[in-house]
């Protein structure tokens, strides 16, 4: 498992950014998870990631479950106002479910994962554009 902040979150993660490369890499050829802001949610638990946001890259095998902002949302965690900018195919979370071999690619929806394209280069500047959509 791989994510650009975190591997898993302790309860709420909020204004999370991210612009560098999250790669899974397997040895003895097992499905790898990666985020761009957290790997997986905890099964079961009321965990939240908000407002965040991820330009980097994610890499992994096309058995590989990736997501640009999480790699696998466990039933019971929200993700609300997350945002990414990629020019991959890869979607915001790469599986909803509590079974960790599904790969299941969850469509894009506003107010819970979005692309965009604005590409924000630092985190201070991140921070400035997350207000504006707090608004």
Same mark, same amino acid.
């Given at each position: 498992?791989?994510?650009?902040?975190? %591997?898993?979150?302790?309860?709420?993660?909020?204004?999370?950014?991210?612009?560098?490369?999250? +790669?899974?890499?397997?040895?003895?050829?097992?499905?790898?998870?990666?985020?761009? %802001?957290?790997?997986?949610?905890?099964?079961?638990? @009321?965990?939240?990631?908000?407002?965040?946001?991820?330009?980097? +890259?994610?890499? $992994?095998? @096309?058995? @590989? %479950?990736? $997501?640009?902002?999480?790699?696998?949302?466990?039933?019971?965690?929200? %993700?609300?106002?997350?945002?990414?900018?990629?020019?991959?195919?890869?979607?915001?979370?790469?599986?909803?479910?509590?079974?960790?071999?599904?790969?299941?690619?969850?469509?894009?929806?506003?107010?819970?994962?979005?692309?965009? +394209?604005?590409?924000?280069?630092?985190?201070?500047?991140?921070?400035?554009?997350? +207000?504006?959509?707090?608004?």
């Amino acid at each position: 498992m791989a994510g650009g902040i975190a %591997i898993q979150i302790v309860r709420t993660l909020e204004n999370a950014y991210n612009s560098g490369t999250v +790669e899974v890499e397997n040895l003895n050829n097992k499905i790898g998870i990666a985020g761009g %802001i957290v790997a997986a949610t905890a099964k079961g638990q @009321d965990y939240i990631i908000k407002y965040s946001y991820n330009k980097g +890259e994610i890499i $992994g095998r @096309d058995k @590989d %479950i990736l $997501g640009n902002i999480v790699g696998q949302r466990m039933t019971g965690s929200t %993700i609300e106002n997350c945002y990414y900018y990629t020019e991959s195919e890869t979607k915001g979370i790469g599986s909803e479910s509590d079974d960790m071999e599904t790969k299941n690619p969850v469509e894009d929806t506003i107010g819970v994962t979005e692309k965009v +394209e604005d590409n924000i280069e630092t985190y201070e500047e991140f921070l400035t554009w997350i +207000e504006g959509k707090k608004e």
